[in-house]
């Protein structure tokens, strides 16, 4: 490396995005708007992030940092989608076993 070149210095917005997607939250879009209510002290450290360059926006912020939490566990995670899935086929099981129950009644 010469005099003139200087090692590129990667931004704290860089760094934790760069985090993220290699976590496994690589490249999606964020597409799909959630509302959530978070207490003042929480949208304070949301807005001081932005407000110092770290991230562009108050929902940027928020995603990055819930997608860090999320990676930070995905096994513990990828357990309960699995658990969820599987919930919602006994629901949906039970569901169709009660409307059989009730309607062949009504016949």
């Known amino acids: 490396m010469s005099k003139e070149e200087k090692p590129k210095r990667t931004t704290?917005?860089?760094?934790?995005?760069q985090?993220?997607?290699a976590d496994g939250f690589e490249g999606g879009d964020r597409d799909i708007p959630v509302v959530a209510r978070m207490n003042k002290r929480v949208v304070e450290t949301l807005d001081s992030l932005v407000a110092i360059?770290?991230?562009k926006s108050r929902s940027e912020a928020a995603a990055a940092l819930v997608?860090?939490?999320i990676s930070s566990r995905e096994d513990l995670f990828e357990d309960i989608r699995k658990q969820a899935k599987s919930l919602g086929k006994q629901q949906d099981d039970?569901?169709?076993d009660a409307q059989e129950a009730i309607l062949g009644?009504?016949?």
Not at 12 to 17: A, C, D, I
């Open 12 to 17: 704290l917005r860089e760094r934790v995005l």
């Open 19 to 21: 985090n993220i997607s």
């Open 53 to 55: 360059g770290v991230f």
């Open 67 to 69: 997608e860090g939490a």
């Open 94 to 96: 039970a569901m169709k």
């Open 105 to 107: 009644k009504l016949k």
